[in-house]
């Protein structure tokens, strides 16, 4: 028997909260749960830190979905407890849309696909307003234990980690970080009018925008229409300009190879190298890593220097800008996210610890690597952003869902559960 077939192989079984813990739950425990229904049978138990089970930070943002609204529940098995939901229409809209979403119309979405599992679960499958700080996995006690940032703990067979992505304060951006904005703050709908006012604040001295991927083209966006507002409202009152520094030419997607070699425009755009940029299964040109929709739109603008009050800085580091960020009232980080987890030990020995610079790697089927070496206990749901070498091959995690529902299933027949 392998290691990891003799996971859940213990005859005597001390009793345990759940069968299955999953830590977080936004957009990627929910719609991984509606695709394999099959899995509710077990007891599963969700621990979610913020007051809703469903939309995680989708909630968050007021912009528009860089993806179209179908590919979010393209895995979608509308059986069992879901079929209600096929006839929701804030769900089927979005299922079936074949353009981006604003992100409030996807996060209603999965609020009603959350709430449909918290009602399949009951009240004890779910617990809302939870932070786990710590995952320990024992694979002699066949155990994983859950510890609360209220300073209990709970114990389960196996632990799914689903906990999304966050911003770093990027060590480029040290000297300024007092003024530094995250660019997740920027598009926040939480954090609009605290924006606004200190676009009011910066009297004139420019917002510089650090980096030119779909993040930084968001808080642009949102940057130009808060600028707008304080124009209409404070007639002749000193407004930001808004520089955005990129460190190298951008990548725009393009549905072929053909149709990037006539379109691309140097200067503009990073020539793609049709070895490595065109996904082998759509033909597609940086299928993951491209601006596209909106995003490409505005940067061509911004790139063209049709954007009023926006303009292109190049820099291939930081540092090359540096009187910019100096000058600057305002700064927007932009440069990238990193996954977010809680505290993992494993037989006692923490393995990764929550700040670790280090990625939170997983198997193909989403068992955690530890060292290299396929855990047992514990799996990661797509925590980390795409790695940079996979971003533009569609093959990507495209069965992750059902091989991680496929592998978590079998641990469970091979334990006679
Ligand atoms: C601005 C923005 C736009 C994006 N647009 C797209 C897009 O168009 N298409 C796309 O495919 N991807 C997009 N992404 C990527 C996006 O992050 C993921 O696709 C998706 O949100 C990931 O789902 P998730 O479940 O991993 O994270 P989330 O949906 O954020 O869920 C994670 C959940 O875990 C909870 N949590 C975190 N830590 C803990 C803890 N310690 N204890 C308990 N609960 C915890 C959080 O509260 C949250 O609810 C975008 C990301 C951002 C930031």
Redo the contacts with the bound molecule.
């Keep these: 028997m392998t290691g990891r077939q003799l996971t859940l192989a213990t005859t005597t079984r001390p009793t345990l909260d759940s069968d299955i813990a999953f830590?977080?739950?936004?957009?990627?425990?929910t719609t991984f749960l509606a695709s394999a229904p099959a899995l509710l049978l077990r007891r599963v138990r969700v621990?979610?830190?913020?007051t809703t089970m469903g939309?995680?930070?989708?909630a968050r943002?007021g912009?528009t979905?860089?993806?179209i609204g179908s590919?979010?529940f393209k895995h979608l098995d509308l059986s069992g407890p879901f079929v209600p939901r096929g006839r929701s229409s804030a769900l089927t809209d979005v299922a079936r849309a074949e353009q981006?979403v604003a992100m409030d119309r996807l996060a209603t979405a999965l609020t009603t696909l959350g709430r449909t599992l918290q009602d399949a679960l009951g009240a004890d499958g779910v617990r809302l307003g939870?932070?786990?700080?710590a995952v320990h996995a024992d694979r002699d006690r066949h155990r994983v234990d859950v510890r609360l940032a209220d300073g209990s703990t709970e114990s389960g067979r196996h632990a799914v980690l689903?906990?999304?992505?966050t911003e770093r304060a990027h060590p480029e951006l040290a000297c300024w970080r007092p003024k530094v904005l995250l660019s997740?703050t920027v598009?926040s709908t939480a954090h609009r009018s605290e924006t606004k006012d200190r676009l009011l604040a910066a009297g004139g001295r420019p917002v510089v925008v650090a980096g030119s991927s779909?993040?930084a083209m968001?808080a642009l966006q949102i940057l130009l229409d808060l600028r707008a507002e304080l124009r209409a409202e404070h007639p002749g009152a000193p407004l930001p300009s808004v520089q955005v520094v990129r460190r190298g030419p951008a990548r725009l997607m393009y549905d072929s190879a053909d149709l990037a070699r006539c379109g691309q425009v140097p200067g503009r755009e990073r020539p793609f190298d049709p070895a490595s940029d065109v996904c082998p299964t759509t033909g597609i040109v940086y299928r993951d890593s491209g601006l596209r929709h909106r995003s490409r739109a505005l940067y061509c603008a911004l790139w063209a220097g049709e954007l009023p009050g926006a303009t292109l800085v190049d820099a291939p580091v930081i540092a090359v800008a540096a009187d910019r960020f100096e000058e600057a009232a305002l700064v927007v980080q932009a440069l990238g996210?990193h996954g977010?987890a809680?505290d993992l030990y494993v037989d006692g020995a923490l393995v990764r610890p929550g700040d670790s610079p280090d990625r939170l790697l997983a198997d193909d089927d989403g068992a955690l690597l530890v060292n290299g070496v396929a855990h047992p206990l514990l799996s990661v749901?797509?925590?980390e952003p795409t790695p940079l070498d996979r971003r533009d091959n569609t093959a990507y995690a495209s069965d992750l869902y059902q091989r991680l529902a496929e592998r978590l299933a079998a641990q469970f027949v091979e334990a006679g559960a």
Excluded at 55 to 58: E, L
Excluded at 130 to 133: F, K, L, Q, R, Y
């Design positions: 830590i977080g739950g936004g957009f990627r425990t621990y979610e830190r913020g939309p995680g930070g989708f943002y912009i979905t860089t993806s590919r979010f981006p939870s932070t786990v700080v689903a906990t999304g992505r997740g598009i779909h993040s968001s996210y977010q809680p749901l797509r925590v």
